[in-house]
């Protein structure tokens, strides 16, 4: 079992530019996947970026590829996500996320496949 906390989430005008974090505590960290989601109101989770096991391999959603940055740093047990040229369509709730997979080099976009979740942070973008 893994421990996930979410930082870093806050109030950001059109154009700006946030580093989440997500602390993981508990089994090895290297054990999972890691993948950031988001909910906005009145809207289903959505995948924002992944990142797998070995950390060389990435996936975003096409809606953030060029402006999301997702890496890991094993020694500290943390995955960020860095999140730039924010739009107001960003807002949402952002959830981190550890994917149990086996294999060493997947990245999984479903929500089904992240057993263990972080309790959020609120990114909020004004225009």
């Known amino acids: 079992q893994v421990q996930l906390v979410e930082s870093g989430g806050g109030l950001v005008q059109s154009g700006g530019s946030l580093r989440l974090s997500c602390a993981a505590s508990?089994?090895?960290?290297?054990?999972?996947?890691m993948g950031w989601f988001r909910q906005a109101p009145g809207k289903e989770r959505e995948f924002v970026a992944g990142?797998?096991?070995?950390?060389?391999?990435?996936r975003y959603a096409d809606s953030v590829k060029g402006r999301f940055t997702i890496s890991r740093d094993s020694a500290k047990s943390t995955v960020y996500l860095q999140v730039n040229s924010l739009k107001p369509e960003d807002t949402a709730v952002y959830y981190c996320?550890?994917?149990?997979?086996?294999?060493?080099?997947?990245?999984?976009?479903?929500?089904?496949?992240?057993?263990?979740w972080g309790q959020g942070t609120q990114v909020t973008v004004s225009s």
């Open positions: 508990g089994r090895t960290f290297s054990t999972y996947a």
């Open positions: 990142i797998s096991r070995s950390g060389d391999i990435t």
């Open positions: 996320a550890a994917d149990p997979t086996q294999f060493y080099t997947a990245v999984r976009t479903a929500p089904s496949a992240y057993v263990y």
